[in-house]
């Protein structure tokens, strides 16, 4: 919330020092009054200012633009950072209720319906890489679980239980790096990153064999840390591939946005076979914003996005993947602008993770990681990082993510206030859906948990 007063604040700024100094530049009709005369410029004179107040307007002036000049490099250079606070986006608060009342409101008063299982099997997002430096740790709530996801000094990155063995001290807050091991910050215990086991007791002779902190299997790849979760504890059976444009370091990072769902995380890649919904929900063009009661304004009607979709699962050995194939077009006053034409491969890895592969002619190539992750039964942290190629301007892929913000800001007020139906009225045009839950169900397994209980409030 502060970072977003301070940006428009420097957004007030800018425009005031930009109108100062054009409104004092178009003053001038001779070049040489911009020379300095007697101390200050005779620009100042004709303007009405002069000695002290000048030399003030002056550098307060030469502040402002700097200030400018500071918020234009972000905007065209800096990566985007879009974090939406979890009542934040997808709910209507009128009658005086705060959007935190509205959206604990939404949550306690929602039917829920007959959930599948809770928590599916499968890798998760737990951090980006960029936000974990050698020897730091951090905090995370996933499936959940509390862990501490800490990076060796080695440079590579671990997922443990955060609450130590000993007595239960939370290992993330306070605690410390020492080689590949986290530090407890109570007693001192010390845990391999590797395998979890004790392997430093400051007052102890001897390390026994029993002390341990799970350890979650983790791997780092494409600028995410993700941790495998399987309700029998099994190893991965699959892994996250690689893109290749990431490694060699052609497609950069330019930027991410983080939103929390009041869902149950399957409505959210079941998105990508729900057809019939790209026409309906996300046609208005991004100008008409997210707020559902006026995405249909008549005022913007005049831009719309058309989609062609399909979505197939993949055949074997890849049939934990699945592909939505868009073919997205702009169309202004009825008038198609190929140039703007984006082919999407939207390749879903798993439960949690999809590959949102851009294709432009005009636009270049790049992909967003989307990863959705449970932090609690129905709430999901969704993520979207975007990694372009470099020699594209970074306004570009900051522009793409932000257009896709807005649309994924449509769904989130959908699933943030509808209830899951386990037995939906379909159509036939509907039938991916059905061939999405079909598919999903491969990541539940017998003792995949399910919800035994709803919680009250969120408490933000
Ligand atoms: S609680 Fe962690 S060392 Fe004692
Ligand atoms: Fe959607």
Sequence with gaps: MESCNLSLLIKVLAVISISLTAGLLLDVRDPSDLIFMSGYPELWRKTGLAGAPARAAACILVGVSLLALGWLYRLLFAPLELLRTPDEVGYISEDGRSRAQAANE??????????????????????????LDRGEVKSVTVLGEQVAVFRGQDGKAHVVDAYCPHLGANL???????????ECPFHGWQFRGEDGKCVHIPYAEKVPEFAKVRRW???EINGLILVWFHCDGLEPSWTIPEQEEIARGQWVYRGRTEHFINAH?????????DIAHLAHLHTPGIVSGVDLRYTNSKTWEFIRHDWKVEWEPEPEPNKHCSQMLVKHALTVFGRHWPILDVNVVARQVGPGVVFLLFDSSFLGRGVIMHSVTPVEPLLQCVSHSIFYQGNIPPLVPKFILRAECIQFERDVMIWN???????PVLVKEDSAIQRHRRWYSQFYTENSPRLRYQYDTLDF
């Design 265 to 273: 995380i399957e409505e959210i890649p079941e998105n990508a076979a």
């Design 172 to 182: 993330a807050v306070g605690g410390r790096v020492v080689g590949g091991c986290i």
């Design 417 to 423: 206030n509808k209830k899951y139906s386990s037995k």
């Design 106 to 131: 939404v949550r306690r008063r929602r039917k829920t319906g007959e959930l599948p299982p809770i928590y599916p099997n499968g890798w998760f997002r737990v951090l980006d890489s960029h936000m």
């Design 217 to 219: 299997p983790s791997m």
